[in-house]
């Protein structure tokens, strides 16, 4: 039974199981993956997990006797049009930064040398990550731990854990460290609010999807350190690493940060989250 919060939310503990459950199976699917790799020489590719998370979601999902549509949204024509606007937001939530240190000179743009495959391969990464890490995230263990806690106690939650899976990346040193952390904890909650006021995973896989993809396949900075085939070459012309994001990108950066908190605003204030199709 739920247990009344003294905020007036229904504190529901048979939900936190569920959180076990679907962790405790994703584990359980990945450990014989590792293995293999490991005899293999060969990582798991971001396709192979994304689909283990699926079907660690399928399954919980199965067991809750609920559709997997509450936890993706339902396939349509409003799901293409919240991942078309997701799209553009994360397009300007890259080039503005971006376009506000090339007019600052502290950033110039040579062409790329990447061909066109290696672009499409890269866009085509670009899509695994955001759909596993989204699937990941902000699928059964935010939505999971929104109906047990509430949705900000459970977005700083997922914030958390999405800041740890960053910081094993390369070129966080120092102060770089610092930036990134703050930098990728305001960005989940950007993603968490996408969720929240839409019900479905497209605008926060739009969202998270066209950043990458403006940040490191068109811009050329980094994506959490990562370096990708890219249209353009950016030449940084300062050594300020918390204004440019350095080499670990515009993810590290002060006018990054500042797009995020925008972007997070916007989302946030557009309208009321959209409740739960469950909710009376």
Not at 160 to 173: A, I, R, S, Y
Not at 185 to 202: C, I, K
Request: glycine share 12%.
């Amino acid at each position: 039974m739920p247990t009344d919060l003294p905020s007036g939310l229904a504190f529901r503990p048979r939900d936190l199981l569920w959180v076990a459950a679907f962790l405790a199976l994703l584990a359980a699917m990945l450990f014989p993956l590792i293995l293999v790799s490991a005899g293999t020489g060969r990582q798991p590719s971001i396709w192979e997990q994304a689909a283990l998370i699926a079907v660690a979601t399928g399954l919980v999902q199965l067991f809750r006797r609920r559709p997997l549509t509450e936890v993706t949204g339902r396939p349509g024509l409003a799901w293409a049009r919240q991942l078309a606007i997701g799209a553009g937001l994360g397009a300007l939530l890259m080039a503005l930064p971006a376009l506000l240190l090339a007019a600052g000179g502290w950033v110039a743009f040579q062409p790329g040398t990447a061909t066109t495959m290696a672009l499409l391969q890269a866009t085509l990464l670009m899509a695994g990550v955001a759909i596993a890490e989204e699937l990941l995230f902000r699928g059964v263990l935010l939505q999971r731990l929104t109906d047990a806690l509430g949705l900000w106690p459970a977005q700083l939650i997922i914030a958390g854990l999405f800041v740890l899976t960053h910081m094993g990346n390369p070129h966080l040193d120092g102060m770089t460290r610092v930036w990134a952390g703050v930098n990728i904890f305001a960005a989940s909650l950007l993603f968490g609010m996408a969720w929240a006021r839409t019900r479905s995973l497209a605008l926060p896989i739009g969202l998270h999807f066209m950043a990458n993809v403006t940040q490191g396949v068109l811009l050329g900075f980094g994506v959490s350190g990562g370096s990708e085939p890219s249209l353009l070459t950016p030449q940084f012309r300062t050594d300020l690493t918390w204004l440019t994001g350095g080499a670990f990108g515009l993810e590290a950066s002060l006018p990054g940060l500042v797009a995020v908190l925008i972007t997070l605003a916007v989302v946030t204030l557009a309208g009321r989250p959209k409740a739960h199709p469950d909710a009376h």
